[in-house]
């Protein structure tokens, strides 16, 4: 049976995550707070940060600010889109 959580994100119960997905205090968290389906969109939106931003994983400033867009994204005012973002997914991106 799935453990289940009441998501941050989602605002009802939900799959849990299986394990921790990140060290420390905010990973465990994270784990207690956060559905399956809302790590998958952090992941999603966390993916077009570092596109947008061309940020370097390896980088400890870059991961320091993508901590602190994952806490923003699930325990604060939320993660917001760089202002020159456009969603390739977006109906008004195919016209030109």
Known sequence: ?????????????AEGL???????????????NVSKEAWQ????????LLNEYRLTPIDPE???F???EMEKFFFGEGSQRPQQFVDPD???SSQN
């Open 90 to 92: 977006s109906p008004s």
């Open 66 to 68: 993508l901590v602190e």
């Open 62 to 64: 870059a991961r320091k």
């Open 1 to 13: 049976m799935a453990r289940m959580v009441k998501c941050v994100l989602l605002g009802g119960e």
């Open 18 to 32: 299986e394990r921790a997905p990140y060290p420390g205090e905010l990973g465990q968290r994270i784990h207690e």
């Open 41 to 48: 969109r952090w992941i999603k939106h966390q993916t077009m």
